[in-house]
T-cell receptor, first 112, second 115 residues
Framework: DGGITQSPKYLFRKEGQNVTLSCEQNLNHDAMYWYRQDPGQGLRLIYYSQIVNDFQKGDIAEGYSVSREKKESFPLTVTSAQKNPTAFYLC???????????FGQGTRLTVV | AQTVTQSQPEMSVQEAETVTLSCTYDTSESNYYLFWYKQPPSRQMILVIRQEAYKQQNATENRFSVNFQKAAKSFSLKISDSQLGDTAMYFCAFVDGGATNKLIFGTGTLLAVQP
């Protein structure tokens, strides 16, 4: 079945550590996105990529990094520079413009 | 900059009644697409309905319909015959049809359907 997979579902990080969230899709979509969702808030765009080896900053890119070495993969690294990383992270993918975005089931990151 | 605004953080409706969720957006693009997504307590995002800006006819999907006012940059969602399963967070979203293909969301409206 085609879809988008995020792992892990829950992740705990000690302060000062970098962690990487995985996002894989087998939908052959060109575009992939990372969003952050805080309690009671909307989805804020962290990074997005429209093509392999290219990506753009979203509205809250500071403290995060991404790579897009393969079309199906778009991992997100939360670095120690991110001051408040505890949040729910959603990955999505779509084709250009007119198609719906497909979402992973999210990763809940908690700093301990 | 492109923005999406949802001015109703929370709403409540009785089962079987009708409710309308508001959304406005700002863009200088002429070609774009608008969406409503639903996020139930499971947090899985589900597409409810979508609208192409070049189409004047409002989109409809069963009990869900939109009122798309392009000149006013307004895109409201109407839910008819509300059901308990409609309880969720609803997000309005926008993507331009040009080079950036950037998908952006509003802050959401939490809808509670009361029995």
């Amino acid at each position: 079945d085609g879809g988008i997979t995020q792992s892990p579902k829950y992740l705990f990080r000690k302060e000062g550590q970098n962690v990487t969230l995985s996002c894989e899709q087998n939908l052959n979509h060109d575009a992939m996105y990372w969003y952050r969702q805080d309690p009671g808030q909307g989805l804020r765009l962290i990074y997005y990529s429209q093509i392999v080896n290219d990506f753009q900053k979203g509205d809250i890119a500071e403290g995060y990094s991404v790579s897009r070495e393969k079309k199906e993969s778009f991992p997100l690294t939360v670095t120690s520079a991110q001051k408040n990383p505890t949040a729910f992270y959603l990955c999505a993918s779509n084709d250009w413009g007119d198609t719906e975005a497909f979402f992973g089931q999210g990763t809940r990151l908690t700093v301990v | 900059a492109q923005t999406v605004t949802q001015s109703q953080p929370e709403m409540s409706v009785q089962e079987a009644e009708t409710v309308t969720l508001s959304c406005t957006y700002d863009t200088s693009e002429s070609n774009y697409y608008l969406f409503w997504y639903k996020q139930p307590p499971s947090r899985q995002m589900i597409l409810v309905i979508r609208q192409e800006a070049y189409k004047q006819q409002n989109a409809t999907e069963n009990r869900f319909s939109v009122n798309f006012q392009k000149a006013a940059k307004s895109f409201s969602l109407k839910i008819s015959d509300s059901q308990l399963g409609d309880t969720a967070m609803y997000f309005c979203a926008f993507v331009d049809g040009g080079a950036t293909n950037k998908l952006i969301f509003g802050t959401g409206t939490l809808l509670a359907v009361q029995p």
